[in-house]
């Protein structure tokens, strides 16, 4: 069907592993973070990025080094995404401490039900 010419890779096998390597755990991740029910799991976003982002690196044989400095890349959705967990983190046990409710009652109550793709993103906004 076609042909690849690896110029950073030895061979196709290698970049075949190195692919293999960054997709798998892509898709188990995305697989989580869609049929996890806890309220933490907007955490899960960050590795999501992080494998996303070297996928994309894998592909500009230019790069030499694959696996480096994509830490500052990933520091804007992390600087979002990690306060907001900690204050619903604080929100819960601000909650445990005036009330009786036990944490399953707590993680129900902060659960998001999305309807569809745009009421999951009304969420953040």
Known sequence: MFTYESKHYGSVFVLAWTLANKVIPLILLIIWFFTCRHWWYHVLIVPIAMFSFQI??????????????????????????????????AKIFNRINDAGKTMQELEDEFRIKPKGFFDKVKEYF
């Open 56 to 89: 994309f690196t894998i592909f500009n044989d230019d790069q030499s080094y694959i696996d480096s400095n994509q830490i500052l890349f990933l520091i804007p959705i992390m600087a979002i995404i990690v306060p907001s967990i900690y204050l619903v983190r």
